[in-house]
């Protein structure tokens, strides 16, 4: 079992900047992936920024240059700095992972972002 637990969203005002974290906990290690997804109000959950166990990225082309995913293995604990935040960011953000092909969701973080 794998246990997900987002924190850091929050109200911010456009320009502004949120950082969330994700912490595992259970049977995770540092060579599974992991990723952030939203989900904005009568929209379907899409993905905003995955980061390998090696470290490689990827990025949503709406979140690239203002949003940064990192982790840090040792805590067990994944990061997504946000910067720039635009209205269109609002939305609960989710953790995700995969551990032996099993996906594991967290239980999700409010961002609203108002002009």
């Known amino acids: 079992q794998v246990q997900l637990v987002e924190s850091g969203g929050g109200l911010v005002q456009a320009g502004g900047s949120l950082r969330l974290s994700c912490a595992a906990s259970g049977s995770i290690s540092r060579l599974n992936p992991m990723a952030w997804y939203r989900q904005a109000p009568g929209k379907q959950r899409e993905l905003v920024a995955a980061?390998?166990?090696?470290?490689?990225?990827n990025y949503a082309d709406s979140v690239k240059g203002r949003f940064t995913i990192s982790r840090d293995n040792a805590k067990n604990t994944g990061y997504l700095q946000m910067n720039s935040l635009k209205p269109e960011d609002t939305a609960v953000y989710y953790c995700?992972?995969?551990?032996?092909?099993?996906?594991?969701w967290g239980q999700g973080t409010q961002v609203t972002v108002s002009s």
């Open positions: 980061i390998t166990s090696g470290g490689t990225t």
């Open positions: 995700h992972t995969n551990v032996r092909l099993v996906g594991y």
